[in-house]
T-cell receptor
Framework: NAGVTQTPKFQVLKTGQSMTLQCAQD?????MYWYRQDPGMGLRLIYY???????DKGEVPNGYNVSRLNKREFSLRLESAAPSQTSVYFC???????????????FGPGTRLLVL | AQSVTQLGSHVSVSEGALVLLRCNYS??????LFWYVQYPNQGLQLLLK??????LVKGINGFEAEFKKSETSFHLTKPSAHMSDAAEYFC???????????????FGKGTKLSVIP
């Protein structure tokens, strides 16, 4: 998980509360991604950012907003938390492959969110 | 559209035995394929990836996988299991194109590997 930090590590919310999950990378990668992991479901893409200032929806964007204000940071916001958003959230930082080259990718350690 | 099916949510092997974790994919375009490992309470670590250069891909920790287009499979193997291999393994697929924002991975549901001493 070198180079990708996520805060907080664990959070408990009540239904209707809001919070922002933070992700930061220091590898100068262009692209960052937010996934959620639920038991028996694998990881599902919530939102991604191909470059600073751009964001796009993934497979399960409802109930979330994101912000990529600079190249380092990509935050995920829950405006009104619901029990269905109880999950483990992973941020990934990826420098996509160039011609003849290899991509580099790192996943953060995750944020465990419990919504009561 | 793309999808991944991992056969077996839980696989148990004896220490020293062959590890075989199955992954079948569906993709409307040529795919890139990945295997990740996740240890308890940790993030994902890339084990290996297929990006059309060679059908047999070698990864870290002695794992390898073979891309078989005719079978739409990308099974993960290791000749001899170690106790340290106990973890959850995820197969993922991505359309085979490059560029910013291209890593919109579709994951399988995961296979938990137990290694019996």
């Amino acid at each position: 998980n070198a180079g990708v930090t996520q805060t907080p590590k664990f959070q408990v919310l009540k239904t209707g509360q809001s919070m922002t999950l933070q992700c930061a990378q220091d590898m100068n990668h262009n692209s960052m991604y937010w996934y959620r992991q639920d038991p028996g479901m694998g990881l599902r893409l919530i939102y991604y950012s191909a470059s600073e200032g751009t964001t796009d929806k993934g497979e399960v964007p409802n109930g979330y907003n994101v912000s990529r204000l600079n190249k380092r940071e990509f935050s995920l916001r829950l405006e009104s938390a619901a029990p269905s958003q109880t999950s483990v959230y992973f941020c990934a930082s990826i420098q996509e492959r160039r011609a003849g080259g290899q991509e580099t990718q790192y996943f953060g350690p995750g944020t465990r969110l419990l919504v009561l | 559209a793309q999808s991944v099916t991992q056969l077996g949510s839980h696989v148990s092997v004896s220490e020293g035995a062959l590890v075989l974790l199955r992954c079948n994919y569906s993709s409307s375009v040529p795919p890139y394929l990945f295997w990740y490992v996740q240890y308890p309470n940790q993030g994902l670590q890339l084990l290996l990836k297929y990006t059309s250069a060679a059908t047999l891909v070698k990864g870290i920790n002695g794992f390898e996988a073979e891309f078989k287009k005719s079978e739409t499979s990308f099974h993960l193997t290791k000749p001899s299991a170690h106790m340290s291999d106990a973890a959850e393994y995820f197969c993922a697929v991505n359309p085979a194109y490059s560029g910013a924002g291209s890593y919109q991975l579709t994951f399988g549901k995961g296979t938990k590997l137990s290694v019996i001493p």
